[in-house]
């Protein structure tokens, strides 16, 4: 007998079904279980070579003979920075690149929210004064620079592209870009030829030692006074403080974070009263959408058929690399 361990809140009948079918075909037998029952996941997961969850303490607890675990969050670095985790070191490690289209719908809505000075409008507001004639700016026509060009900077990009935007600077490790959305791509190594340049920064990449507060005290400073920042990666991607005080000072036009240093965010933190500043808890993705739902479970069967056939999995993690 092969087993699957499926250890998740958001399935649905329908996803369930989807499994068995898929299981079935390929010779394996899912078991399921609910965030409530820990306990029987894990004495079900010691005659299991599959694991499909997103819990650290469940993998923890997983033998030897665990050989893939398909994790359905999109971010694993705590998964790469703990090898003790996985009892069996050859493990494999996959992730689930479904989150580009909720993120870059957040995206897009802080976006515009910056851009048409919402932040202060609300303020405004809030004060019950009536205010209304601040410039406003438009995605139309408008320039933005992607710090990560995964599956979230493309859905990023095709959005800004359809809603009109003039130039779109894509920046990665490689330097390249699979999809042809951007007007120029560029390596993370340009970074700060870039800068004085952007207009809208977009940042989402991974948690590894390189992107440890690559946008410092220093590279702040290199941003145009108009310019915004998003941050839909990981929080340590951004040196806190002097993000802060430009926002403060009004050395910057604004920023939206769904993702923060530490989380949650403790109540007297600065970040909570900085000026032109957007702050959700981490929402962006999550699996609250019944696409993001649909589409993992739709990128766990594929993967299961191309384990069960020998085939290289599509999201597999390079854990030195750390996505």
């Not at 560029?186 to 207009?199: A, F, N, Q």
């Not at 989380?263 to 993705?285: C, K, Q």
Request: aromatic share 8%; net charge negative.
């Amino acid at each position: 007998m092969r087993n699957i361990c499926i250890y998740q809140e958001f399935l649905t009948d329908t996803h369930k079904q989807r499994i068995r079918e898929t299981a079935e075909s390929t010779g394996f037998i899912p078991h399921f279980f609910t965030l409530d029952q820990f306990e029987e996941a894990r004495a079900c997961l010691q005659d299991c070579e599959v694991l499909y969850a997103h819990d650290m303490n469940l993998l923890r607890a997983a033998p030897a003979s665990l050989k893939w675990y398909c994790c359905s969050y999109a971010g694993v670095d705590p998964y790469c920075k703990d090898p003790g985790l996985f009892a069996n070191p050859d493990c494999m490690l996959t992730n689930s690149n479904c989150y580009g289209v909720t993120i870059a719908e957040h995206v897009v809505m802080v976006l515009l929210m910056l851009l048409r000075r919402m932040p202060e409008y609300e303020e405004t507001v809030r004060r019950r004064s009536w205010s209304n004639q601040l410039p406003i700016r438009s995605i139309r026509d408008n320039a933005f620079t992607i710090l990560g060009l995964g599956n979230i900077g493309f859905h990023v990009a095709e959005r800004l592209r359809g809603m009109g935007a003039a130039h779109i600077t894509g920046l990665s490790r490689s330097g390249k870009a699979r999809e042809p959305v951007y007007d120029e791509v560029l390596p993370i190594s340009s970074l700060d030829e870039v800068l004085p340049r952007t207009k809208n920064l977009i940042m989402a990449l991974p948690a590894t030692a390189e992107t440890y507060h690559i946008l410092n005290r220093d590279r702040i400073s290199l941003l145009p006074s108009d310019s915004c920042v998003v941050n839909v990666g990981r929080g340590t991607a951004i040196e806190q403080e002097p993000l802060i005080e430009a926002l403060n000072s009004g050395r910057l036009a604004g920023a939206a974070l769904d993702v923060m240093d530490p989380e949650p965010l403790p109540p007297d933190h600065p970040l909570w009263s900085a000026r032109n500043l957007i702050l959700t808890p981490h929402v962006s993705g999550n699996m609250t959408l019944g696409y993001t739902c649909d589409r993992n479970v739709d990128l766990f069967c594929e993967d299961l058929r191309n384990y069960a056939g020998g085939k290289p999995l599509n999201g597999l993690v390079d854990r030195t690399r750390g996505y």
